[in-house]
């Protein structure tokens, strides 16, 4: 293998090691679709606080702080302080919460949970495909050919919709030492150097929600519009969000993973300028967290937490809860918010609102082991 090989492959390897991050597919409609997932299971209470339960503060204790703090949603809830351009949406009625919501699993498996989410079923693995590649069989489409930057496919787009890979790698991540030498090889060649540092500014892109101070999400977010906003782009896209299992000082790690995840939401907002009008965004977790404190300031996996959605079009400025209450004998399981809402219904009816599609219609595509539920219908203007 020569220098310019080892650089072509090198990139793609780097490449290959942001590609987990984000995929998409195209469609012959104007709208356009973000599922941003939390991986490690977001807790709902730290993000949208029930600061009007009498219960709140005695039950979540420091976790408690940031939220009394944060920005009135209504009389029941507040937002966290680090989400500040998600409050802004909220305030011009760009963005919709939904609390104590929970996809049909019951147990505290992350893996087994994310591919619910993901695939759409009420079980792990009760689905081969995921509901995002279904959905394409039901929004407008010509050859609906999907286009994925990632080495591997993320779940929810996984299925018999055409799925092509963008940077598809098979190497492993190189190790910074490694590349500060290649870095140093190519520093005085004009054409390769140049070359190097594209891919590693895309590296750059490949770090979790805490990294740079929020930046690279900010990042994320604004690569991702570049991709959703021309004429002949993408339509459909997943991005992937990791650092959301807060066993451990929960605190401050999740008010710097919602810091990038508000940077994210403001570069996509910002990166489509006028497109945002046509753009729906899902935020969206596989389960909950416990409500009390564990012993090192954190959380362990529960069950109910919170979605949210964002876009334009999304009739915002409220919270949806049919609120159980944190009182010791209204949880579930004595140790978790108790899910009163089906997040199948919710994406199904946000779905089918922004996709012009009949919500019975969503519901069997996409979540077929649900469809006897009903969507939630009016959550965008239509």
């Known amino acids: 293998m020569d220098r310019r090989s080892f650089l072509a492959a090198g990139g793609l390897g780097l490449l290959g090691s942001f590609a987990p991050r984000m995929a998409f597919a195209r469609a012959a409609t104007p709208k356009r679709f973000v599922f941003i997932i939390q991986r490690g299971a977001a807790d709902g209470l730290g993000t949208i606080g029930a600061t009007g339960d009498p219960a709140f503060v005695g039950a979540r204790g420091d976790l408690a702080a940031d939220l009394t703090a944060g920005t009135k949603l209504d009389a029941m809830f507040a937002l966290h302080p680090a989400m500040a351009n998600a409050a802004a949406l909220y305030g011009k009625g760009q963005a919709l919460f939904a609390h104590a919501i929970a996809s049909p699993y019951r147990d505290r498996s992350h893996f087994d949970g994310q591919n619910v989410l993901e695939t759409g079923g009420t079980g792990a693995y009760q689905l081969k495909d995921g509901w995002m590649n279904r959905l394409l069989g039901v929004v407008p489409t010509d050859d609906a050919k999907a286009i994925a930057i990632a080495a591997t496919v993320p779940m929810a787009l996984r299925g018999r919709r055409e799925v092509a890979s963008y940077a598809p790698s098979s190497l492993p991540d190189a190790s910074d030492d ?15 150097h140049g070359l190097w540092n594209e891919a590693m500014q895309t590296r750059q892109l490949t770090g979790d929600l805490t990294r740079d101070n929020g930046r ?24 992937e969000t990791g650092g959301w299992d807060t066993h451990a000082g929960q605190r401050g790690r999740l008010a710097t993973q919602l810091k990038g995840l508000d940077a994210m939401l403001g570069a996509l907002q910002t990166g489509l300028g006028p497109v945002w009008d046509d753009t729906l965004v899902l935020v969206a977790t596989e389960f909950g967290r416990t409500v009390a404190i564990n012993g090192t300031g954190g959380t362990d996996h529960g069950t109910g937490t919170a979605a949210m959605l964002f876009g334009g079009a999304v009739r915002g400025g409220r919270v949806l809860a049919d609120w159980p209450g944190l009182a010791s004998a209204s949880l579930y399981e004595a140790r978790d918010l108790k899910p009163t809402t089906p997040l199948d219904a919710f994406i199904g009816g946000a779905v089918a609102d922004h996709f012009a599609v009949e919500p019975p219609r969503a519901m069997a595509a996409l979540f077929p082991a649900s469809a006897k539920t009903a969507a939630i219908e009016g959550l965008l203007r239509v």
């Open 178 to 192: 490694l590349l500060a030498r290649v870095t140093q090889l190519y520093q005085g060649d004009a054409q390769l």
């Open 216 to 239: 690279n999400a900010a990042a994320t977010g604004a690569l991702a519009a570049r991709l959703l906003a021309p004429a002949n782009g993408a339509r459909i896209a997943t991005i």
